[in-house]
DNA sequence: TATTGTTATACTCTATAACTATA
DNA sequence: TATAGTTATAGAGTATAACAATA
C-alpha cells in the first residue's frame, strides 16, 4: 500500500454535514418502498404485482408491448408478471381480433374487488403512515413540491423506475 | 377460467387519482438514486462504494461489524465493498492492536481527496438537478419536511436502505 | 466457546436472445 | 420480412452458511 494516511478526526468529504435534499429524498424513497413491500406482502403480492394491478385498472385495455415500454421494462419480463396475475384470477388476456398477434389487458371483477377493497386500503395506510409527522397544510404543501419535482424531472405520473440497478448506502 | 370481466372503462381502483406523496417519495427516490448512480459511473464508482466512502470520512475507526450493523447490510457482503475501495487505495484496514480480529476502517490521503475534491462536487451538482424548479426557500422548506418524515421514521441521518428487494413499478 | 473477518455456495432477479404465431 | 408474445439461457447481485484466526 501507498500513499499515507491522515483522518485522525472525522471529515467532512466535501459532502455537506446533512444530508441534502436528493439524498434525503433517496433515502425515505427506499424506506417508503420497502414498508410498502411489507404491507403488500401480506396480501401476498409484490409491489411489482400490486403497480402492474393498478396500470391495468387505470388503462385497460393495452398491449403489453405498450405496458412493457411504459414501464420501462422488457416484454419478456412483463410476461411472467402478467401470469402471476392471471392465475389469481385478477386480469384477463383478451385476443385483438383485429389482429391476434396483440392481447388486450383487462381487470377482472375479482381482480377490481381486490384492487378497489384490498389494494386500495393498504395504499391509503401507507401514504398516511408515511405522512406521519405533517399536518394536512404540510402534506398539501409537500405534494405540491414533489410534484413539481416529478414534473420537471420529465416523470410520468403514475410509473417509477424501481428497476435500475442501483443499491446505495450511507 | 372463472369470474367474468368487467372494466371497458378506465377504473379507478381504490387508491387515489393522483399518486399520493408516499408514491411521489418513492418515485422521485428511484429517480435519484438513478441518477446517482449515473453521475458516480463517470468516476468508475457505484452508489454503494461511494456511501461506504462518505461513511468511513465521517466517522473513521469503526469496524466493519460496525458499519455492516449500520448500514444493515451482512458482514461478508461489506467485505467486498472495503476491497474494491482499498484497491483503489482510498481507504486502509488498520488492526486494532488491543483486540487483534478487528480492523478499524480510516481514509487514505488519497481517498480523503477523491472524496473532497471528486465525489464532493458529483453529489452537489446532483443535489442542484434534482431540486431544480424549486427556489432556495422552497428547497429549505422541502428540507424540513424531509427531515421531519425522516425523523418519524426513525431513519438514520446518513444512512438509507437501498438494499431491500423491492421494484415497484406503475 | 464466542467473535471478527473471510471465503464458498446457492439463490433470486433480471436482461438477452432464440423461438412461435400471426401479419 | 416484421411484430407480439413466449421461452430458455446466462449473468449480476445478494444472502446464507461454512471457515480461519483471535480472544
Redesign the pocket.
Known sequence: MMGGVSAKRPIDGGSPRRPGNAFLLAQIGAHAAACFSQRVAELDV?P?QAGLLRLVGREPGQ??????AKL?????????L??SLEDRDWIE?RR??????????YLTDLGTRFLGQQLGPVATAHNDEICAGLDEAERVQLQEFLERIAAHQGLVPGVHP??????EPT
Chains 1, 2 share one sequence.
Open positions: 409484490t411489482a398491449s403489453q408491448q405498450a405496458i412493457a420501462g421494462i422488457p416484454p419478456s419480463r412483463l410476461v411472467l402478467v401470469d388476456r385483438n381480433p383485429h389482429d391476434r398477434r396483440h392481447y388486450a389487458l424501481g428497476y435500475r440497478h442501483s443499491s
